[in-house]
Nanobody, 123 residues
Framework: QVQLVESGGGLVQPGGSLTVSCAAS????????MGWFRQVPGKEREFVAA????????SYADSVKGRFTISRDNAKNTVYLQMNSLKPEDTAVYSC????????????????WGQGTQVTVSS
C-alpha cells in the first residue's frame, strides 16, 4: 500500500503558474505509475496527466497539453504537476493517484489516492 499527500495548492491569477506536489510513502514509489486528476463539485473526476515508472513517458489531457508538465523524482518519492498559463476553468481540487498497472494507465487501475489540494484561478 502507498500513502499519498498533496501540497502546493492555492490562489493564483489567470495566466499565472503554480506547482503542486504529491509525496508518497509506503511501498516502493518507482513501482507505480502516477497520475494527477482534478474534480469540481458536481462534476466527474477528470484525468489531467500521468507519468510512467521512470518518468520517460507522459500523457496529458487535451485541455492541459502544452500548459502543464508532470514530473517525478523517485529519489524523493514525489510527483509534481507544474501548471502554467492557468485559466479560471482550471479551478478544481487536484489529487494524485498511484497505479500498479501497465502503461498507458487505465483509470480503474489507480488504486491509491491522496486527499487533494485546492487550486483556485481567479483575479
Amino acid at each position: 500500500q502507498v500513502q499519498l499527500v498533496e501540497s502546493g495548492g492555492g490562489l493564483v491569477q489567470p495566466g499565472g503558474s503554480l506547482t503542486v506536489s504529491c509525496a508518497a510513502s509506503g511501498r516502493t514509489f518507482s513501482n507505480y505509475v502516477m497520475g494527477w486528476f482534478r474534480q469540481v463539485p458536481g462534476k466527474e473526476r477528470e484525468f489531467v496527466a500521468a507519468i510512467n515508472w521512470s518518468g520517460g513517458s507522459t500523457s496529458y489531457a487535451d485541455s492541459v497539453k502544452g500548459r502543464f508538465t508532470i514530473s517525478r523524482d523517485n529519489a524523493k518519492n514525489t510527483v509534481y504537476l507544474q501548471m502554467n498559463s492557468l485559466k479560471p476553468e482550471d479551478t478544481a481540487v487536484y489529487s494524485c493517484a498511484a497505479s500498479k498497472g501497465f502503461w498507458p494507465p487505465q483509470l480503474r487501475e489507480f488504486s491509491y489516492w491522496g486527499q487533494g489540494t485546492q487550486v483556485t484561478v481567479s483575479s
